[in-house]
T-cell receptor, first 111, second 114 residues
Framework: LAKTTQPISMDSYEGQEVNITCSHN???????ITWYQQFPSQGPRFIIQGYKTKVTNEVASLFIPADRKSSTLSLPRVSLSDTAVYYC????????????FGKGTTLSVSS | EPEVTQTPSHQVTQMGQEVILRCVPISNHLYFYWYRQILGQKVEFLVSFYNNEISEKSEIFDDQFSVERPDGSNFTLKIRSTKLEDSAMYFCASSRDREAYEQYFGPGTRLTVT
């Protein structure tokens, strides 16, 4: 399972674009990169998933360079309600049945 | 949008008592999971369940824990004899596919053991 490293915390203001970068140097060929969001006292919520290049949905964009050793979650024009913990997950566990969460990045958005 | 539901939202129990946490996964999902999160710590995998049997369990999921799908809609986690260190948020999740990248989590049950 690939080890991931992401910043412990980030601060932003409303309306700004936020980019959270995750490094995963030992990503395996068949690993996908997945990002989850967790609000306080709630369960994690799937945001986006990608394998390479760029993926965009209504919530965020995910940029993955050709070497796939890192990925960047981009949140356009954040609002106060985007304050949450963001987790970068690479692959699943060996049996393929579990998500392995790290400590994530706590994003604080202020006005 | 379909969602995973969990009951109760908060359960307080005394050490040594049995608790059952209940979950209703999304109806067309086939894979079910329990995770827990101790306050201020990471979300930790407990167990995965498919086709009425455990697919995988973590080291946390010892003999005090059991899971069951008693009917076509509910998925339960039982802790036989609770300990203080079992106090945590317990999240149920479900997924449509075996490759478990996109899981849908419930709102959680906060278990407090006194």
């Amino acid at each position: 399972l690939a080890k991931t490293t992401q910043p412990i915390s980030m601060d932003s203001y409303e309306g700004q674009e936020v980019n959270i970068t995750c490094s995963h140097n030992n990503i395996a060929t068949n690993d996908y990169i997945t990002w989850y969001q967790q609000f306080p006292s709630q369960g994690p919520r799937f945001i986006i998933q990608g394998y390479k290049t760029k993926v965009t949905n209504e919530v965020a964009s995910l940029f993955i360079p050709a070497d796939r050793k890192s990925s960047t979650l981009s949140l356009p024009r954040v609002s106060l309600s985007d304050t949450a913990v963001y987790y970068c997950l690479v692959g699943v566990n060996q049996a393929g049945t579990a998500l392995i969460f790290g400590k994530g990045t706590t994003l604080s958005v202020s006005s | 949008e379909p969602e995973v539901t969990q009951t109760p939202s908060h359960q307080v129990t005394q050490m040594g008592q049995e608790v059952i946490l209940r979950c209703v996964p999304i109806s067309n999902h086939l894979y079910f999971y329990w995770y827990r999160q101790i306050l201020g710590q990471k979300v930790e995998f407990l167990v995965s369940f498919y086709n009425n049997e455990i697919s995988e369990k973590s080291e946390i999921f010892d003999d005090q824990f059991s899971v069951e799908r008693p009917d076509g809609s509910n998925f339960t986690l039982k802790i036989r004899s609770t300990k203080l260190e079992d106090s945590a948020m317990y999240f149920c999740a479900s997924s449509r596919d075996r490759e478990a990248y996109e899981q849908y989590f419930g709102p959680g049950t906060r278990l407090t053991v006194t």
